[in-house]
């Protein structure tokens, strides 16, 4: 059975996508992926992807002018096959009109209930119920088993993103990936935490390393400062990016791609929880930790603090919101730490 699979960003989303891909790989299902460009490197290391289909809406936004002929480039390239089955796991108005412009047999998606955008449901031929409630990767193998005909997977999600013979040494050394990085203001975890964590690693043996994208470098520089030992990355696309964190000894990171990547790639993981949930997006596998606030307000899954300038104790000038001032350095790494004891003693735990 040849599929198409329409998602196409974000990061962590494309990552919560892989079990289900796994489950299906297992069932002789064959896919080409439909991806942001910036992604591309993912999908292109799973297993079961045959044809990985890059667009650019992220970059056509900002430079119209290129749109009308790349897009009629990608058009072309998605025309070439016919499928059995067009696969829209994003369900956004976008992702459907993306799969409409293929040759398939059949569209499905997620239906009206579960989808992110209702009128992308329009342009399915079936709907899958999959409860928004749930995390991310049980809603997309569910969508998965019921779209292509198999029985619902029922055990632990396995990501397989080193099946196709990728050359990474993922011996690890002792480098630990702080992934300080996101694009909301509410998920920061505050600079001078992140010093203190940078200071407990090195005081451990171990070098903390800094990756960075685009506005973040002057971040990474005053953590380093700050944190004699700690080590900037060269700026990295994203294929070395996973190259750094396949072969680190452990990952501690804000909700971002970076540390469900960490995650995915099977290394020792402490993620940083406040306004969003991670019974909904956190990470999954063997060692990994997801910590999260002691806040009533918190999971709140709003980019704009509800509390900043409310309270006198919450002064306009903090360095990150309350509900991740709450989830202290000494915590995250006694949870890293335990992880890297269990992960170097083959200890899965429960």
């Not at 010093?195 to 390393?209: D, E, N, Q, S, W």
């Not at 060269?234 to 469900?260: C, E, F, T």
């Given at each position: 059975?040849?599929?198409?699979?329409?998602?196409?960003?974000?990061?962590?989303?494309?990552?919560?996508?892989?079990?289900?891909?796994?489950?299906?790989?297992?069932?002789?299902?064959?896919?080409?992926?439909?991806?942001?460009?910036?992604?591309?490197?993912?999908?292109?290391?799973?297993?079961?992807?045959?044809?990985?289909?890059?667009?650019a809406f992220?970059?056509?936004?900002?430079?119209?002018?290129?749109?009308?002929a790349?897009?009629?480039a990608?058009?072309?390239?998605?025309?070439q096959?016919?499928?059995?089955?067009?696969?829209?796991?994003?369900g956004?108005?976008?992702?459907?009109?993306?799969?409409?412009?293929?040759?398939?047999?059949?569209?499905?998606?997620?239906?009206?209930?579960?989808?992110?955008?209702?009128?992308?449901?329009?342009?399915?031929?079936?709907?899958?119920a999959?409860?928004?409630?749930?995390?991310?990767?049980?809603r997309t193998?569910?969508?998965?088993?019921?779209?292509?005909?198999?029985?619902?997977?029922?055990?632990?999600?396995?990501?397989?993103?080193?099946?196709?013979?990728?050359?990474?040494?993922?011996?690890?050394?002792?480098e630990?990936?702080?992934?300080?990085?996101?694009?909301?203001?509410t998920?920061?975890?505050?600079?001078?935490?992140?010093?203190?964590?940078?200071?407990?690693?090195?005081?451990?043996?171990?070098?903390?390393?800094?990756?960075?994208?685009?506005?973040e470098?002057?971040?990474?520089?005053?953590?380093?400062?700050?944190?004699?030992?700690?080590?900037?990355c060269?700026?990295?696309?994203?294929?070395g990016?996973?190259?750094?964190?396949?072969?680190?000894?452990?990952?501690?990171?804000?909700?971002?791609?970076?540390?469900?990547?960490?995650?995915?790639?099977g290394?020792?993981?402490?993620m940083?929880?406040?306004?969003?949930?991670?019974?909904?997006?956190?990470?999954?596998?063997?060692y990994?930790?997801?910590?999260?606030?002691?806040l009533?307000?918190?999971?709140?899954?709003?980019r704009?603090?509800?509390?900043?300038?409310?309270?006198?104790?919450?002064?306009?000038?903090?360095?990150?919101?309350?509900?991740?001032?709450?989830?202290?350095?000494?915590r995250?790494?006694?949870?890293?730490a335990?992880?890297?004891d269990?992960?170097?003693?083959?200890?899965?735990?429960?």
């Amino acid at each position: 059975m040849n599929v198409l699979l329409v998602k196409m960003s974000s990061l962590g989303d494309i990552v919560h996508t892989l079990p289900a891909l796994d489950d299906a790989t297992r069932h002789g299902v064959c896919f080409d992926w439909v991806v942001e460009e910036n992604y591309r490197a993912v999908p292109a290391l799973a297993a079961g992807v045959d044809r990985v289909l890059d667009v650019a809406f992220r970059r056509w936004r900002a430079a119209p002018l290129a749109f009308q002929a790349e897009l009629w480039a990608f058009r072309q390239r998605l025309r070439q096959r016919r499928y059995d089955q067009v696969l829209d796991a994003q369900g956004l108005l976008k992702s459907a009109v993306v799969g409409c412009w293929a040759h398939a047999d059949e569209r499905v998606g997620f239906d009206a209930a579960s989808a992110r955008e209702r009128a992308a449901t329009l342009a399915y031929h079936r709907g899958i119920a999959a409860p928004r409630n749930w995390h991310a990767i049980d809603r997309t193998r569910r969508l998965f088993a019921d779209a292509l005909g198999y029985e619902r997977p029922e055990g632990e999600p396995a990501f397989d993103l080193l099946g196709r013979g990728w050359d990474v040494d993922t011996d690890p050394g002792r480098e630990v990936v702080l992934a300080h990085g996101t694009t909301w203001s509410t998920k920061h975890w505050p600079e001078t935490f992140w010093t203190v964590l940078a200071r407990l690693v090195t005081a451990h043996g171990f070098v903390p390393v800094l990756p960075w994208t685009t506005g973040e470098r002057g971040r990474a520089e005053r953590i380093a400062e700050a944190a004699p030992g700690a080590r900037i990355c060269p700026r990295l696309d994203l294929h070395g990016i996973m190259r750094l964190l396949a072969g680190a000894r452990g990952v501690v990171g804000v909700d971002s791609g970076l540390s469900h990547l960490g995650a995915a790639l099977g290394r020792p993981t402490v993620m940083l929880f406040g306004p969003t949930d991670p019974s909904r997006t956190g990470c999954r596998g063997a060692y990994v930790r997801n910590l999260t606030a002691s806040l009533a307000c918190s999971p709140c899954s709003s980019r704009r603090c509800r509390l900043g300038g409310e309270f006198s104790r919450y002064e306009a000038g903090r360095s990150g919101p309350p509900c991740l001032e709450a989830v202290e350095p000494t915590r995250a790494w006694v949870s890293l730490a335990d992880l890297i004891d269990r992960h170097d003693r083959g200890d899965p735990g429960a």
